[in-house]
């Protein structure tokens, strides 16, 4: 069945698409910037990567959740092989999303430190971890997110492809819908 380009997505995955895409672009910022700030700030920062970490790890179950459940209130996909590709993308982020999540939660923990989300510790269920495996897990963190980035890149960059380039009407069905007045 081709893709209709008017066909809309339902109000409540728009919604946890853009909170989804607007916390990743949060949490890769903060990561990449907070050594450039003086303590308090650098701090702050951390402590709402965490705390915003958690909340992304909620947000994207839901997500999971409402994709699974909503199978027949998404507009239907063809089957071209540039339509496969991009179906392909979407499962490729969810995972790294997925992955990312308790790579978070290992990095602080196997440095030897409890997570700090929303004012309550949440100490190591691990016990003491050697330094080597907290640059370890560390490391995998970052490599992963800069995975997510790219993709989430070349995501976007279809969008505007297809909306400035195609003209198709595709990311008008992921965008919320203009207020009538």
């Known amino acids: 069945m081709p893709l ?8 409540t995955t728009i919604l946890l698409h853009w909170l989804t895409a607007a916390l990743v672009i949060f949490q890769f910022a903060s990561a990449e910037l907070w050594d450039f700030f003086p303590r308090p700030e650098r701090h702050f920062l951390i402590d709402s990567h965490m705390s915003l970490g958690v909340l992304l790890t909620l947000i994207l ?23 496969r590709g991009a179906k392909a993308l979407h499962h490729l982020l969810y995972a790294l999303l997925v992955i990312q999540m308790p790579l978070g939660f290992f990095t602080r923990w196997t440095d030897n430190h409890p ?56 990311l008008a069905r992921m965008l919320p819908r203009p207020r009538r007045t």
């Open 4 to 11: 209709s380009a008017t066909a809309r997505y339902d109000a």
């Open 115 to 170: 997570l700090f989300v929303f004012g309550i510790l949440i100490p190591s269920p691990l016990g003491p971890c050697a330094k080597a495996t907290g640059r370890f897990i560390d490391q995998l963190h970052d490599i992963n997110a800069w995975v997510i980035m790219g993709l989430a890149g070349v995501h976007a960059a279809a969008a505007l492809i297809h909306h400035y380039g195609l003209h198709d009407q595709i």
């Open 61 to 83: 179950a839901v997500r999971i959740f409402w994709r699974l459940s909503a199978g027949a209130r998404l507009p239907a996909a063809s089957a071209s092989l540039l339509d």
